[in-house]
């Protein structure tokens, strides 16, 4: 949802920083990869050790990236299937890397196996969400649905993070933003098996579009479907 009415808004918002760097000489490739880089050691630094604030600052940060490349390929007039891939696959890590600070943090300090495994359950499922896409559009179908999109996730985890962190701040431990991340997290995880769902369904109305009937492939041309009496 987020995906299709934030996107243009912040890929505008944005131009002028694409420009930017394509004028010193900067690859979208090279925007990509450093990008993903600051999302990974973003989570991986400050969320195992509780610093949920400041890690989502971090991240944020760098979580821009993924419209800036886009933008200057356009700009270049380089979009290729190689940006594509190279994009859609580091996402991955850094999707790995958000979720999987939390586990961390969780499992260890903040002594609390639930929000751990819901944690856990959202960087599953936000693989396969990705995978069902992906694995549609390699058979040569489309799955460009669900409630839960990367988008969608990404947003409300780094928004609520965020928000704990500052009630951390406030207060060393809060519990109220124990109960917050947890009850994000169960949803998120919800939303995304509900959309690998979606996906799924969509996949199966195409490929039994796309199928030819048996019994008519079999039948040699111009043969009446009536049987004959003798």
Do not use: H
Not at 57 to 65: K, Q
Not at 142 to 164: H, P, Q
Request: charged share 15%; proline share 3%.
């Amino acid at each position: 949802m987020l995906n299709r009415f934030a996107r243009a808004f912040f890929t505008t918002l944005l131009t002028p920083t694409a420009r930017f760097f394509i004028k010193c000489g900067i690859s979208p490739d090279a925007i990509t990869i450093v990008g993903t880089l600051g999302v990974v050691v973003g989570a991986l630094v400050f969320y195992p050790i509780g610093q949920f604030f400041w890690g989502t600052l971090f991240i944020t940060a760098f979580v821009f990236s993924d419209l800036i490349d886009g933008n200057m390929a356009r700009q270049l007039g380089r979009s290729s299937n190689w940006g594509a891939y190279l994009d859609s696959t580091l996402d991955r890590f850094g999707d790995a890397a958000i979720f999987g600070g939390l586990v961390l943090y969780y499992a260890d300090r903040g002594d609390n196996v639930l929000i751990a495994t819901l944690a856990l359950a959202c960087l599953i499922l936000g693989s396969v969400v990705s995978y069902a896409k992906a694995r549609a559009e390699g058979l040569g179908m489309t799955a460009n649905v669900g409630i839960a999109e990367r988008a969608d996730r990404l947003v409300s985890i780094l928004v609520i993070t965020g928000l704990v962190g500052i009630g951390n701040l406030i207060k060393d431990g809060n519990a109220i933003g124990n109960w917050v991340e947890g009850i994000t997290l169960a949803v998120l995880a919800v939303l995304s098996f509900v959309t690998v769902l979606q996906r799924m369904l969509t996949v199966r109305t195409q490929a039994l579009s796309a199928q030819t009937p048996p019994a008519a492939a079999a039948r040699p041309t111009g043969e009446s479907s009536t049987p004959r009496v003798e």
